[in-house]
């Protein structure tokens, strides 16, 4: 049974920096890419940023404006989101998702979920 735990989510102020994990189990990590998306109150879910299994990346999520930093371990089967100079628009829960195809900012396209951690940034 394949799943994502994300981990790491809080209060943070304006300025902060937090790291989010997702920890995989069921799956041939290495093997998946990985994704991070988020969803504030009231708007639509919006990717971030993903990670293939050889560790490119890219900027399809323009809203983070390169603060943001994805990164995955795959001995240890855990993607990381690093986070830097948080704002308050930053504030949504935070998803880690996987998909055994190519990379893509389309939601559709990823199998596997986590639950979400909420990210809060104060002003």
């Known amino acids: 049974q394949v799943q994502l735990a994300e981990s790491g989510g809080g209060l943070v102020q304006a300025g902060g920096s937090l790291t989010l994990s997702c920890a995989a189990s069921?799956?041939?990590?290495?093997?998946?890419?990985m994704g991070w998306f988020r969803q504030a109150p009231g708007k639509e879910r919006e990717f971030v940023e993903a990670i293939t299994w050889n560790g490119d990346t890219t900027n399809y999520g323009r809203s983070v404006m390169g603060r943001f930093t994805i990164s995955r371990d795959n001995a240890k089967n855990t993607v990381y989101l690093h986070m830097i100079n948080l704002k308050p628009e930053d504030t949504a829960v935070y998803f880690c998702?996987?998909?055994?195809?190519?990379?893509?900012?389309?939601?559709?396209?990823?199998?596997?979920w986590g639950q979400g951690t909420q990210v809060t940034v104060s002003s």
């Open positions: 998702a996987a998909s055994p195809r190519r990379m893509s900012s389309r939601a559709g396209e990823y199998d596997y």
């Open positions: 069921g799956l041939t990590f290495s093997s998946y890419v």
